[in-house]
């Protein structure tokens, strides 16, 4: 399987010109074949070839004064470039003939945009020195902190800048399938819902820690701070940076939170058990932030390709399974109930459930998983329940999608 690591690089002050250099360079060789394809297009000319556009927009075009830095950069970088408007050609034309979900046109790169990036490839002749440094081609020995080992040793690198002013190096590695994991018996299903982030069909409720929370009311308060700020001010300019670094902080602190949570599951259970969030149908619904924010599916992603690099199993629960209207005791359906209901007793059997870990129940079993069923239960039905009692509520609320 193959997967992306990222650490943060730290270039110092003089390494910082060559990685811009480099930058700007795949930006322009970008923009000028996606100009020259737009030219031919808008011409009904067949659209030039990348070894044309090799040939006229590097290898003479660094022969002009105008273009004569693109020399500065390792010859790989504006390679790359081409490279990468054939896939995001590839890909907007697969979009629509339906091969993949539709996206828009390649589009040109600019100098302002938040987040840049360059490909080194294996022939490249990048390395990692033996001190650990990354070595890159006309840029030099990059100081890199390497938070976990690499499974193996990777083909590529993508130096990345991002909209903080952080710089990463991501590599693309192969893992083994000296990976996977002894058996272990258990299964889990797991809702993903509003009050906590996740409820296992064990019985546990997992928040999102407090580092985490902590970092998002401080993007909030920067966001604030921003709103206030007059337009093209240079208070303005500072205050935008500081938005985008609390930003980064939460993306990191969320993205380690799943990767924790995801890799404990997977050690723990034989197989996982998620219901489909299908977030596009959420988009529309008030839900929608709560699902972004939460990061659900980069979570769930993360689960199913951990399952498969540890050969555990992983199930997704259609969304027409009810998981909240039935009950996981006896499997009587008896109907929606409001969100703001968090415990109910069933009608027919008189188990009391909390309803996040009778979704979850009901979501193991819909994957076919043996769990124990008490999980469910807040206390043992000993009396059934008045039928209008169930589910019920002194002001039900509307019910939203789920
Ligand atoms: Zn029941």
Not at 215 to 243: I, W
Not at 396 to 401: E, I, N
């Amino acid at each position: 399987m193959q997967l992306r690591y990222s650490f943060r690089v730290y270039p110092s002050a003089g390494q910082r010109t060559a990685p811009a250099q480099a930058f700007g360079c795949a930006r322009v060789v970008y923009n000028d074949a996606l100009r020259a394809r737009e030219i031919a297009r808008s011409e009904g000319l067949p659209l030039p070839k990348t070894g044309d556009l090799s040939r006229t927009l590097i290898t003479e075009a660094k022969q002009t004064p105008g273009r004569a830095w693109l020399g500065a950069v390792s010859a790989v970088v504006p390679q790359q470039s081409l490279r990468d408007l054939d896939t995001a050609y590839r890909n907007f034309f697969d979009g629509l003939k339906g091969k993949r979900p539709r996206m828009g046109a390649p589009r040109y790169k600019l100098r302002k945009d938040t987040r840049q990036a360059v490909r080194f490839t294996a022939n490249a002749r990048w390395s990692i020195t033996t001190g650990g440094k990354l070595r890159l081609p006309k840029i030099g020995d990059l100081k890199v902190t390497w938070s976990r080992p690499l499974p193996s040793t990777p083909s590529t690198v993508t130096v990345v800048k991002d909209s903080a002013g952080r710089y990463f190096a991501s590599f693309v590695v192969e893992t083994g399938p000296e990976e996977i994991l002894p058996q272990t018996t258990p299964g889990v299903g797991i809702d993903l819902g509003l009050g906590h982030f996740a409820v296992l069909s064990d019985g546990r409720k997992v928040d999102s820690p407090r580092f985490l929370r902590r970092a998002e009311k401080r993007l909030k308060k920067a966001q604030r701070a921003l709103s206030r700020k007059e337009k093209g001010s240079s208070n303005r300019n500072k205050a935008r940076l500081k938005v985008a670094r609390a930003h980064a902080k939460v993306t990191d602190a969320r993205r380690e939170f799943h990767h924790r949570l995801s890799t404990k599951l997977i050690r723990e259970n034989q197989a996982v058990a998620v219901e489909d969030l299908a977030v596009k149908g959420l988009a529309r619904t008030r839900l929608a932030k709560s699902v972004h924010d939460a990061g659900w599916s980069a979570f769930v992603s993360m689960l199913e390709y951990k399952a498969a690099r540890y050969g555990r199993a992983f199930h997704r629960i259609g969304r027409f399974e009810p998981t909240s209207q039935v009950c996981s005791q006896c499997g009587v359906k008896d109907g929606p109930k409001p969100l703001n209901v968090r415990v109910w007793t069933c009608g027919a059997c008189g188990a009391v459930l909390d309803r996040d870990i009778n979704a979850a129940v009901n979501v193991a079993k819909a994957a076919g998983l043996a769990v124990s069923a008490c999980g469910a239960q807040v206390r043992p039905g000993l009396l059934p329940a008045p039928r209008s009692e169930a589910g019920t509520h002194p002001t039900p609320q509307p019910s939203t999608a789920r």
